[in-house]
């Protein structure tokens, strides 16, 4: 079946939800994309989950996202909702791309301090 949304947006990854459907998620202007590329280091895992209780102080903030199956990538948030986060994330080979994440897959987060 055709989907329209499949030419604008990539499939999803596992633990990752497509944008369309849910409502208020949608890509956000292009003025809220980060100006540059993601940092080039990954911070440490911290010894416990964290969860995403405290995610929204990291709006607009490069934020390292550690998942429960294991993959880590670095976030760049834009909107935080009670069941998902949307934002862009960054690939080293195509740069930052429009996501949105179910919170209950996130394992634990650090937000950019630099």
Do not use: D, H, K
Not at 62 to 77: H, K, R, S
Not at 82 to 100: D, K, N, P, V, Y
Request: charged share 15%; glycine share 12%.
């Amino acid at each position: 079946m055709y989907n329209p949304y499949e030419e604008i947006m990539p499939l999803p990854e596992p633990g990752f939800e497509p944008s369309f459907g849910l409502p208020g998620f949608g890509p956000p202007p292009a003025s809220q994309m980060p100006l540059g590329p993601a940092p080039s280091f990954v911070p440490s895992l911290p010894p416990f989950g964290v969860g995403t209780s405290g995610i929204q102080s990291c709006l607009f903030r490069n934020t390292y996202i550690w998942m429960f199956n294991g993959t880590g990538f670095w976030f760049f948030l834009t909107a935080v909702g009670r069941e998902f986060i949307a934002g862009f994330r960054w690939s080293s080979r195509s740069g930052w791309r429009f996501q949105t994440i179910a919170r209950r897959n996130i394992r634990s987060y650090e937000c950019s301090r630099w």
